[in-house]
């Protein structure tokens, strides 16, 4: 069993920074994928940025030139640190790992384990 703890959310002005941590603990290392969502309910969550096992990185298109993924393998934790902030970007962020999936970049339906959420605003 996964469990994984995000902070690091918070309310921001458009143009400002964050990073977003998620503390793992358990198996991850036999994780295919590691990887961020973020949703704005009603909608679907979306994945916005992933590591798979061989260490390749990943983006969505709206997200690649301001968010940055990375992971600290002795601190077992995954981070996402994002900059420009926009309005957009307002979300609950998802930390997920998933122990079977080859695309790490696809659905909330490729991830088995997730952490409860951080939420992010950003106000223009």
């Known amino acids: 069993q996964v469990q994984l703890v995000e902070s690091g959310g918070g309310s921001v002005q458009a143009g400002g ?13 036999t994780m295919n994928c ?25 983006y969505a298109d709206s997200v690649k030139g301001r968010f940055t993924i990375s992971k600290d393998n002795a601190k077992d934790t995954l981070y996402l640190q994002i900059n420009s902030l926009k309005p957009d970007d307002t979300a609950d962020y998802y930390c997920a790992a998933s122990d079977w999936s080859t695309n790490c970049l696809g659905s909330k339906y490729e991830y088995n384990f997730w952490g409860q959420g951080t939420q992010v605003t950003v106000s223009s």
């Open 34 to 58: 590691l990887g961020w969502f973020r949703q704005v309910p009603p909608e679907e969550r979306e994945a916005v940025a992933a590591i798979d096992s061989l260490g390749r990185i990943m």
């Open 17 to 29: 920074s964050l990073r977003l941590s998620c503390e793992a603990s358990g198996y991850t290392y």
